[in-house]
């Protein structure tokens, strides 16, 4: 229908020259590619019946709306099952299993509404009425109020369609629709923003965007994909699932200003612990059964875990048999150890990327003792050693492996850091809270984009790459490659000694992290991490895997704590009973 009204008009338009013209809803003429609205409006033709007249008037917004005004009502739960809809979907592109979305995901996302009574429940609670006192918007008492109901699904694929499609999701309140309407107009866009934010009853959990992410980690963790928490994580800061700026993807009709703003609109990235530890609550709000068993052969086991973070750390294969050891002095491989069971609240939710990281590290320690010394005069060895027999097999140089860690880690840290620099936490996406309002916020929108163009230009700034498909892997090391940067294949010789039928440590003594413990019972944490009480070489390592899991390096170093404290058999992986263990203190490295 629009583009027969503007077909007969050809004249290009004065700010693009692109000759593509569509209507606004008032009649008048704007352009599709700069939104540009000029002053031509639709002429409307009728020859209706009067007498010895033609009549020729001109249609000032008398178009037939498919939409009211201000959008449909909606509920802050329609706009988190958007969200948890586009966030599955971008998951499923990324290879994970494909029930994830219909069969997981939506099945606890119900769950939610049920046990949050917001829906499926005889008596929902109802959001709207403290918001009616602020609004001062009266009813008849006399008459009986309409039921408002919201949206539903009974999988996330079948609310593809117009969500003005209603269903059985449940009756949320027992106002009259046209006091919930004029409710939204002073509080937010939503029927129930306004008092969604107030301060909730002890034990219902209140949905926000990081617990968007929580759903999609115990979906994902309940199916074991091979995606870790710091991966799911990763992937969102990287653009690859949507969480900032997710209410972009709402349809034009769901209008969102005022309160909803604190609700779905976030200024910052999210925490690791902040979403396990949400991932755990939100496990024991749904009441959810023991978990699919992780066994040996689960991606998220510590031995294959292990495998992933050492190949991307370029370390030797051979380390791989150590950290199996301590895997099993620890039980840290066990089923029960390892499987989420939110039923028994006194089991551990473990951090299975983290304790991955915090094994390794207690191997190196074991093996090299990062002590800002003993692990130099060993590089300085299997330097001199290297240089001699340049033929088989190399040993690890672990002043060499520093050196060149180092320099790829910086080069990766500072593109990450220029990527954030130029994230844009303001939503792409205009919003406008009317059809009045569209053309002129679209067409403010365009000169802003112009501005960015035409000052880039001048400026030479370079344009922002193409965003990179994913990977597990942040780095890669080819053992094929002949400048000598992947320590792979090197072997653990000058390290390790014979002892019988098995190899151990020549290095008898081990310092522990628990020397500074907190004493602060409010603090709830074993301990601080202050890099000055700590060797250099044992910060670099904790840094290194904190930039692989970005995470906190403190929170790394937390797990390693755990471990020492709580397996005091951990000092003898090898069978030794002559293990010293003597205090450290932070000194300069000598390989620096």
Not at 40 to 59: F, G, M, Y
Not at 328 to 352: M, Q
Not at 554 to 580: A, D, F
Request: hydrophobic share 35%; glycine share 6%; with cysteine.
């Amino acid at each position: 229908m629009e583009e027969e009204d503007t077909r007969d008009y050809s004249e290009p338009c004065v700010q693009c020259s692109v000759v593509n013209w569509g209507l606004t809803d008032e009649g008048r003429f704007y352009c599709k590619s700069c939104h540009n609205v000029i002053e031509r409006t639709k002429e409307v033709l009728t020859s209706d019946v009067v007498p010895n007249a033609k009549i020729q008037s001109i249609s000032r917004g008398f178009r037939k709306r498919k939409k009211i005004d201000k959008g449909w009502e909606w509920y802050v739960c329609e706009g988190f099952q958007y969200i948890l809809k586009k966030q599955a979907e971008a998951l499923q592109t990324l290879g994970v299993c494909p029930q994830m979305k219909d069969a997981i995901l939506c099945n606890f996302w119900r769950r939610y509404l049920q046990k949050s009574k917001q829906a499926y429940c005889t008596t929902p609670v109802s959001y709207t009425s403290k918001t009616l006192s602020i609004s001062d918007v009266s009813t008849d008492v006399d008459s009986e109020p309409e039921r408002i109901s919201i949206r539903g699904l009974s999988s996330f694929s079948e609310s593809d369609g117009d969500l003005q499609t209603e269903s059985s999701f449940g009756y949320v309140s027992s106002i009259g629709k046209a006091s919930a309407r004029e409710t939204t107009s002073v509080c937010s866009g939503s029927v129930d923003g306004g008092s969604y934010v107030l301060k909730r009853k002890k034990g219902n959990l209140r949905m926000s965007m990081p617990m968007t992410l929580s759903f999609c980690y115990i979906a994902l963790l309940w199916l074991r994909e091979p995606v870790t928490l710091s991966d799911l994580l990763r992937f969102v800061i990287d653009g690859h699932i949507p969480y900032l700026n997710a209410f972009q993807y709402f349809p034009e009709e769901m209008k969102l200003y005022g309160v909803d703003l604190k609700i779905f609109h976030v200024e910052s990235w999210p925490v690791y612990e902040d979403v396990h530890n949400k991932m755990s609550e939100l496990a024991a709000f749904l009441d959810l059964p023991r978990f699919p068993a992780i066994t040996d052969s689960c991606f998220l086991h510590p031995n294959i875990l292990c495998i992933k973070y050492l190949m991307e750390a370029n370390l030797p294969d051979e380390l791989h048999n150590w950290t199996c050891r301590v895997v099993k002095k620890i039980n840290a491989g066990e089923t029960d150890f390892l499987t989420l069971d939110p039923v028994n609240k006194s089991a551990r939710k473990v951090k299975y990327d983290v304790l991955a990281a915090a094994i390794i590290i207690v191997v190196l320690k074991l093996l090299f003792l990062l002590d800002d010394q003993y692990e130099w005069l060993l590089a300085n060895l299997a330097g001199k050693r290297n240089q001699k027999n340049k033929e088989g097999c190399l040993w690890f140089d672990f002043k060499k492996w520093y050196k060149i860690i180092k320099k790829s880690v910086d080069v990766e840290q500072k593109k990450l850091d220029e990527e954030r620099a130029r994230c844009l936490w303001k939503c792409e996406k205009p919003l406008f809270y009317s059809a009045k309002e569209k053309s002129v916020v679209l067409k403010k929108r365009q000169m802003v984009v112009n501005l960015q163009r035409q000052f880039g230009a001048l400026s030479g700034s370079r344009q922002v790459a193409e965003k990179q498909s994913p990977s597990s892997f942040q780095l890669n090391w080819a053992e094929e490659n002949t400048d000598g940067n992947c320590f792979h294949g090197h072997i653990l010789e000058g390290v390790l000694q014979e002892k019988g039928n098995s190899l151990t440590t020549m290095n008898t003594k081990y310092w522990l992290c628990t020397v500074k413990l907190c004493n602060e019972k409010i603090c709830g944490q074993l301990t601080h991490y202050k890099e000055s009480n700590f060797p250099q070489s044992y910060q670099f390592v904790l840094n290194l895997f904190s930039f692989l899991l970005r995470v906190p390096a403190s929170l790394i170093h937390e797990e390693v704590v755990g471990m020492e404290m709580y397996c005091p058999n951990l000092l003898e992986p090898s069978g030794k009973s002559n293990t010293q263990t003597v205090k450290i203190t932070g000194k300069e490295p000598r390989g620096g």
